[in-house]
């Protein structure tokens, strides 16, 4: 399912991010934290061009980890995550399940 418009996180979101907590996992990292003057939590996957060329294949992986983000935020910190290595999709999402289980409910 499509991530909705008002639950990805903006430019100036991410400018106020540096408050923000890390739980890394094999291979990705979650930041996460509350973005001030911001009603709901927000969630956004970062891929670089160092982990993978082709934007197709950046493209794949955010829409790949980004439903389980959709699920994870209700009622819970804004996120952040970094992807490390461009791995399978299960792989992937079986590190971000475990990753974000590690972040302590507030």
Request: aromatic content about 4%.
């Amino acid at each position: 399912s499509l991530m909705p418009r008002k639950l990805s996180l903006t430019r100036t979101d991410f400018a106020k991010t540096r408050t923000f907590k890390r739980v890394t996992g094999s291979f990705l990292s979650v930041s996460y934290g509350v973005i001030p003057g911001r009603t709901t939590s927000g969630a956004a996957v970062v891929v670089s061009k160092k982990v993978a060329k082709s934007a197709v294949v950046r493209n794949r992986i955010k829409r790949t980890l980004r439903p389980l983000l959709t699920v994870f935020i209700r009622g819970g910190p804004s996120v952040i995550v970094t992807v490390r290595k461009n791995l399978p999709s299960r792989e992937l999402l079986a590190d971000l399940t475990a990753t974000l289980s590690k972040i302590p409910t507030l």
